[in-house]
């Protein structure tokens, strides 16, 4: 499965997240199966975090409902969303999507949701930063399973931070008139790739954002320990609760060796007497451990860029 | 009952004995004859109350029962004037209450002749009412009114039969009225039940004694004033007895309701006149002043002539106890004896040890001196006029004081029987701790003059013209304070120590209240203390951060002034205030605040505080622009009042203090210490600091140093080179000192530099400052180390050391759980290595040649 973009809506998102930057920017896109044709900004403020609010959900079906009276049947594919350093993920985006996704069930189209992500601040070295992704299907599985978040169901459907999203290829695609434009243009090469400038500002607030996210997992940590440490003081009483019950069983078998299963206490009852504390959603976690991933992997990836250019930089000098 | 009359007797005797001292017995039994008649009539008027109607008291020696009550009040009431005339107005108060209730009567039967309901039931209310005051006013109930009732009574019996048997209903409103009354009259005659029934007994009777009284009522009036002798005993000295008959009395009301104090004052103000024993004078002023403590407990503070007379008072029991010291003394720990009127047993040294405390009076008094300053609009001349009774007081304290040491043995000054005479030096220290050594100095003045010649304090010497003013100020507060300190009582103690702390920093001795403070170790334990306590501690607190800042200590100031001086609560922590927001003061809230002229002055505070602030943080926010993240709240403050102030769109000229240290903080930041210097020094409040040309001069100082290391911090990188002499010029400061500043500087690693002494000049290195993206490198390696940290412990089941033990102990009862457990560490485990295996690649790089400043970092923190 890829996905197939109009440049013309490249060329849109770039300019849009450009001229919201440093902010975050978000807004609905539409298309036909696998392509997407048009793309709009929420109006409003862009705040810190770009969410997809409810609010936006009148806006969005408003520009559905214009599209139809220019007699274009495009319908609803997903968002697009700007983050600097892979800052998109969050659990409000999610569970947009998982509601998107469930109300397009229901109206009988089965195809994905779209998110497509730009990342501007790589925009400032000439290089497009765009990618599409969509709900992977093991977060699909748990997110609709009746247990949700918890440890067990995650491994059951092999969901870790990794993969709760999925990439699509994307493919940008060309109207031939363009194409024929472009045949025409003499493209001057400006030697913009042999730019040494570092980028070192945007590493800056990657790294802040780090550590804010590391704040918070470190918090959501501390309530798993919690949990775990409860639950580690409960475990002695069910086995001590079923040690109790088997010397009442045999006892009663002595006394009365006719007794059946039904009248001994069964071991498996001792929930009834203890009660274990409930699991915390690990939905959080899963989020944050996305969130550190997109940090660190965008780190690595400019860091690897940046360290390239101070050795070249290095060696040409002959330092 | 009796002594109630004993007292009528008493306070009459007062105008009357010098006459009464030769009357003849004859005449005494003429008066107390015609006593008796007055009582007889005035009886037959107002049945006396139901408990002593028959009372057997009459018989001996013609004493007053029922009418006493009035009769009692009179004379209490002409004590001071002319007796006839008061009892003619007595009399006729009387008289127009009966002239009402009759006419109130008439219109009740008139009305009820008339079967007009509605009149009746109006005016019988008001008839009730009338009889009620009457009551209050000891009057008793009159008997035309149980006969009007009687009457009522026997009427709506009458006209209920009537209607019963005529069967016409009566007019709904009428109805209705004659319902209210019924009900009403049933309420009343139940109260009266006894004396209706014996008028209904014998009506003629009754009447008859009803209509002797208008001509009775008269008759005591005019010659019957000297009725005031009638009993023989009135006469010449009153008896122990006696006098302490009043006393028990008084003793027995005190605390009730409806208790007419004012005459019981004027009472035993009578007395005192009158004895000159000094056991009845002594009994009789313990019972007195609290008696006038009493009479205005309830109002916002006494009276000032209230005040001075219970002043007076106390100065007299004093010079009385005084004057038979060798035979009385009044102690708490004295042993109440079973009856007022016996003397306690004389101790091993003759004296006779009573019960009572003269601390407790004295405190009291100051409390009523503290509360009028309280409620006294400090600003008005009232304030002024009040504070100069506060010499009376602290002579009065003195004094007291001084009975106290030569009651008490300086041996057991530290013991239980020393709590008094602490309690009285606590008052002393109160007074005068918060005050320059002048003016303690004037108080004690006074005081050692008012006391005269002969006194002579245990604890510290008299003041005298030849002592030095300023030590005997110091030793007097110490002397005061090592009496408290050997106090068993730790309150003692702990408001000593901070009052002497509160002295010695309100009089430039820095380091040695400081170290009082530090060693009182007081600091721990405040929180439990009651607020009074703690109020105390804030200003000593808060004077101690005053004086550092006189004597140039800046960090130091800063440090103990800040908590108060940032706090939005600062009036209330001062006990100078309410909080603003508070919604109702309790009495206790507005007890706790200082009178105003204790208050420590909240803009010099301020002031204070925001200088010593400017002084350290303009250096240091220059040092390090990223300066403000990192430090502790502390300063905090300051920076938020500086951004405040330069987010400003409009500046004007400077117009509060603050405005003029934020200025002064921006001429700063530019290397304008000369500017500086100038707004600083032109504000005003500094007047209020007694040597405010030196800490001027001290200001100054302070700003070229600071001025010179801000300087330096800013204009570092922009230089290679730095000329020291150039440098003193520009700061107006000795080559020497620059040398001196820079040094330090450079030891402190603030600054990468070094001294080249030969040239004269301070060569800068550059290029070793750390960037922000190695800053944050080393950050990101805290955090990474802390998420290992956190792993660890997941992997460990929570749990943060003994991971090992405690999976043993597990293992044997929950093998099936234990599964759960390790998935659970797998996938817990993940993002971490995820996040470290990206972490360490990013950090090497800025951990080299970085480790010396990681490392400080660590050291620090």
Partial sequence: MSVEINSSVVLKLVRVSEDAFPHSISGPVYGFENSVSHVYAF??????????????????????????QAHIGATAKGWFISAVGGKFLSQSLLESMLSQRAAKQESGDDSPVLLLVHDPSKQQQGILSLGAFTLSENFLNVATSKEKYTTKNLNANDLSYKNILQEIPIKVHNPHLINLTIQELTIEDDHNILNLSNSATAAYTTIDQLFETVDNFNYNQGNFHYYQRSLSRELPKISQWKQKAKLENLNKLKANPELTEKDLVSLDDWSKHIKLPTEPSRFENLVLSGLLNNYCNDLESSGVSELLKTFSTQKGLDI | MTSRFFAAGYSDSDSASEEELVSSSEEEEQLGSSSDEDQSESDS??????????????????RIRGPSYFLKKSHDDDDSSDDEDTKKVVKSAKDKMFDELSSCIDIVSLAQLDGDWIKVSSEFDRLVRLVNRAQQQNMGVPKIYIKAVAQLDKAITDVQEAEKESKKNMNASVAKSFNIVRQRIKKVAKEHSAQIQLFRADEDAFDRETSETPSGTATPSIDGFKVVGKDGKATGTPEVADVFKTLETILASRGKKNVDLASQIAELEGLLLETTVPFQLISIYLMLIPLRFDLYGRSAYMPVAEWKLAEKNITALLAVLEANADKYAVTETGVATEDLSIEPKANDKGVKVMIGSVASLVERLDDELTKSWQSIDPHATEYVERLKDESLIYTLIVKCQLYYESITPASEFATVAGEQLARVVLRRLDHIYFKPSKLIIYSEEVAWTTLGGKAESVVFGKYSASSEDSKYASGLIDALCSVLYKQPNSVFR?????????????NDEYFKARDMLLMSHLQSAIHTSDTQLQVLFNRALVQLGLCAFRSGLIAEAQQALQEIATSPRQKELLGQGAQRFQQQQTQVDKQRLLPFHMHINLELLECCFYTASLLIEVPAIASSPEYSRKRQQSTRSFRRTLEYHERQIFEGPPENTRDYIMDASVALQKGDWLKASDLLNSIKIWGLLKNQDSVKAMLREKLQVEGLRTYLFTCKSYYEKLSIASLAAKFELPERKVNAVISKMIYSEEI?????????????????????????????????????????RLAAGGHQNNQIGHQGNNNSGNSNNTHAHNSNSNIKLAPVTGALQSAPGTI????????RKYRKNHSRK
Avoid: W
Wanted: net charge negative.
């Fill in chain 2, 844 to 851: 090497s790089g800025a951990l080299n040649g970085m480790d």
């Fill in chain 2, 494 to 506: 702990k408001r000593a120590v901070l009052s002497h702390i509160y002295y010695y920093a309100f």
């Fill in chain 2, 45 to 62: 008027e107002f049945g006396s109350d139901s408990d002593d109607s028959d009372d057997s008291s009459d018989d001996d020696g013609g």
């Fill in chain 2, 752 to 792: 990468n530099a070094a001294l080249d002494q030969k040239a004269g000049c301070i060569v800068f290195i550059q290029g070793v400052e750390i960037t922000k993206l190695q800053e944050l490198a080393l950050t990101l390696a805290d955090k990474a180390v802390q998420m290992a940290e956190r792993n660890e």
């Fill in chain 1, 43 to 68: 109006p409003g403020n862009h705040s810190e975090d770009a969410t997809v609010r409810p609010n936006n959900v009148k806006f969005q079906s408003e520009v559905l409902d214009l599209l139809k």
